[in-house]
T-cell receptor
Framework: NAGVTQTPKFQVLKTGQSMTLQCAQD?????MSWYRQDPGMGLRLIHY???????DQGEVPNGYNVSRSTTEDFPLRLLSAAPSQTSVYFC?????????FGQGTRLTVV | SQKIEQNSEALNIQEGKTATLTCNYT??????LQWYRQDPGRGPVFLLL?????KEKRKERLKVTFDTTLKQSLFHITASQPADSATYLC????????????FGAGTRLAVHP
């Protein structure tokens, strides 16, 4: 049981580039979400999904897209990276109120 | 506006003492509140969940209280150890449902031998 797996662990992008952060879980959880964590600001919810085919916005959705075609996967897309998107990104699944987090992706946009 | 407030200053305590961390919230009416632990470079790990009708909950050396009148939760670690050093986050669900889990910024705890 791997839990929640995020790839890559580190990434450097140039402004304007696009990329997809991958997230997969093997616990068959319906709910998955993406957060970003910045110093002093804590975890902020970007997007979440309550099941395959259903996604919704969190607190800070601008600049990010998501889709959920399977229960296992919930990728996060940055369409045109900006320096303000430099952050640590965490994917989480949830069951019975408890959230299970991945190890995070540290993204730097230069 | 809705806010979750945790002390941004690090809490430094001596090994063996009880650590007490505070979480205050405004403009939420959570049915339950959670506490997570986060180590540097790692994702948060769930510790405890307490429901609005529970005044107190315990798990080994951890104790959480939940006062919906004061809009406050206290998180206690008794007989603290250096291995307890980490950042502790409180979290609750945004109003209107259980889909938006919102976190406080966390309090860093340092336990000194």
């Amino acid at each position: 049981n791997a839990g929640v797996t995020q790839t890559p662990k580190f990434q450097v992008l140039k402004t304007g580039q696009s990329m997809t952060l991958q997230c997969a879980q093997d616990m068959n959880h319906e709910y998955m979400s993406w957060y970003r964590q910045d110093p002093g600001m804590g975890l902020r919810l970007i997007h979440y999904s309550v099941g395959a085919g259903i996604t919704d916005q969190g607190e800070v959705p601008n600049g990010y897209n998501v889709s959920r075609s399977t229960t296992e996967d919930f990728p996060l897309r940055l369409l045109s990276a900006a320096p303000s998107q430099t952050s640590v990104y965490f994917c989480a699944s949830k069951f019975a109120g408890e959230a299970f987090f991945g190890q995070g992706t540290r993204l730097t946009v230069v | 506006s809705q806010k979750i407030e945790q002390n941004s200053e690090a809490l430094n305590i001596q090994e063996g003492k009880t650590a007490t961390l505070t979480c205050n919230y405004t403009n939420y009416s959570p049915a339950y509140l959670q506490w997570y632990r986060q180590d540097p470079g790692r994702g948060p790990v769930f510790l405890l969940l307490i429901r609005e009708n529970e005044k107190e909950k315990r798990k080994e050396r951890l104790k959480v209280t939940f006062d919906t009148t004061l809009k406050q939760s206290l998180f206690h670690i008794t007989a603290s150890q250096p291995a307890d050093s980490a950042t502790y986050l409180c979290a609750l669900f945004d109003s209107g449902g259980y889909n938006k889990l919102i976190f406080g910024a966390g309090t860093r705890l340092a336990v000194h031998p």
